[in-house]
Structure formats: structure tokens, C-alpha cells
Nanobody, 126 residues
């Protein structure tokens, strides 16, 4: 079992920055893929970024490439999402997710992840 707790959300003006954190506890195997997803009101949950826990491979949705950076501190079992140049369309609840043995072709698929945090709200004003 893996527990995930997100933090760092808030209200920011367009063009601003936020850093989200996801603290993982429990059975945090090194083979787990960790990811960020988001869900805006009335929309489906969508992939944002993912990182293998070892090896350092990272993956991004086209909509956030060049603006968001995913990283992790293995010693602290913490995943981060640095979000720069935020836009109003980035407004959503952001979720941290974890899953074992997810292939590179599956990192953007929410159903591949076994564990989810409670979410943190990010609101970008225009």
C-alpha cells in the first residue's frame, strides 16, 4: 500500500509559478512510476507529467512541455511539479499518482496507476 499526500496548490496570476509536492509513504518501491494528473470542472482527468522512480526518465503532456518540470527526491520519497508560466487553462485539481511496472507507453493512462492522492487545487487568474 502506498499513501500519497499532495501540497502546494493555490491561487496565482497568469504568468506566475507554483511548485506542487507529493509525499509518498508506505511501500514505495523503486520501480514505481510517479505521475501528475489534473482534472478541471466538467472535464476528464488528464495526464500532466510522469517520472520513473529510478533511471530519471520523464514524460510530459504537450500542453505543459517547456513550462512544467517533474522531479523527485528519492531520499525524501517526494515528487515535485514545478509549474512556470501558468495559464488560466492550467486551472484544475492536480493529483499525484503511483503505480508499479508501468511501461513508457502507459504513463499517460490514469487506469495504469494504482494509488492516488486526494488532490490539490490550482487556480490561475487572468
Amino acid at each position: 500500500q502506498v499513501q500519497l499526500v499532495e501540497s502546494g496548490g493555490g491561487l496565482v496570476q497568469a504568468g506566475g509559478s507554483l511548485r506542487l509536492s507529493c509525499a509518498a509513504s508506505g511501500r514505495t518501491y523503486s520501480s514505481y512510476v510517479m505521475g501528475w494528473f489534473r482534472q478541471a470542472p466538467g472535464k476528464e482527468r488528464e495526464f500532466v507529467a510522469a517520472s520513473s522512480w529510478i533511471g530519471g526518465s520523464t514524460y510530459y503532456a504537450d500542453s505543459v512541455k517547456g513550462r512544467f518540470t517533474i522531479s523527485r527526491d528519492n531520499a525524501k520519497n517526494t515528487l515535485y511539479l514545478q509549474m512556470n508560466s501558468l495559464k488560466p487553462e492550467d486551472t484544475a485539481v492536480y493529483y499525484c499518482a503511483a503505480g508499479p511496472r508501468i511501461s513508457s507507453s502507459g504513463v499517460s493512462i490514469a487506469a495504469k496507476y494504482d494509488y492516488w492522492g486526494q488532490g490539490t487545487q490550482v487556480t490561475v487568474s487572468s
